[in-house]
């Protein structure tokens, strides 16, 4: 069992829905700040929406307005619902965590982000 697992993966059509879902491991607590990433070969993983302690959320320009992520901590997972689905968004989906440390950033979080999941296909057809 990873510290991070993803699933809710899949294929869609432009226009369409999914819901991603992030069961981490108990030790990854809801003092962690946690979010998702997604990387297409060739090209960098970049961040695509995170979430910390507080319920402060940041997201990529590009999926303003069309996902949403938030956390249940009391079933420890992480979710991120993706609606109007373009093909750009076509990548592998990485669920990642890292505990509230002084000392760094990383994609509105502070710290670093310690876990990864090994990843979620989505591919959306146009």
């Known amino acids: 069992q990873g510290h991070l697992v993803e699933s809710g993966g899949g294929s869609v059509q432009t226009g369409g829905s999914l819901r991603l879902s992030c069961a981490a491991s108990?030790?990854?607590?809801?003092?962690?700040?946690v979010g998702w990433f997604r990387q297409v070969p060739g090209k960098e993983r970049e961040g695509v929406a995170t979430?910390?302690?507080?319920?402060?959320?940041t997201y990529t320009e590009s999926v303003k307005g069309r996902f949403t992520i938030f956390r249940d901590n009391g079933e420890n997972t992480l979710y991120l619902q993706m609606n109007s689905l373009k093909p750009e968004d076509t990548a592998m989906y990485y669920c990642?965590?890292?505990?509230?440390?002084?000392?760094?950033?990383?994609?509105?979080?502070?710290?670093?982000?310690?876990?990864w999941g090994q990843g979620t296909q989505v591919t959306v057809s146009s």
């Open positions: 108990a030790y990854i607590s809801s003092s962690y700040c």
């Open positions: 990642a965590a890292g505990p509230p440390e002084n000392g760094g950033s990383w994609f509105g979080c502070q710290g670093t982000n310690n876990y």
């Open positions: 979430i910390n302690s507080d319920g402060r959320t």
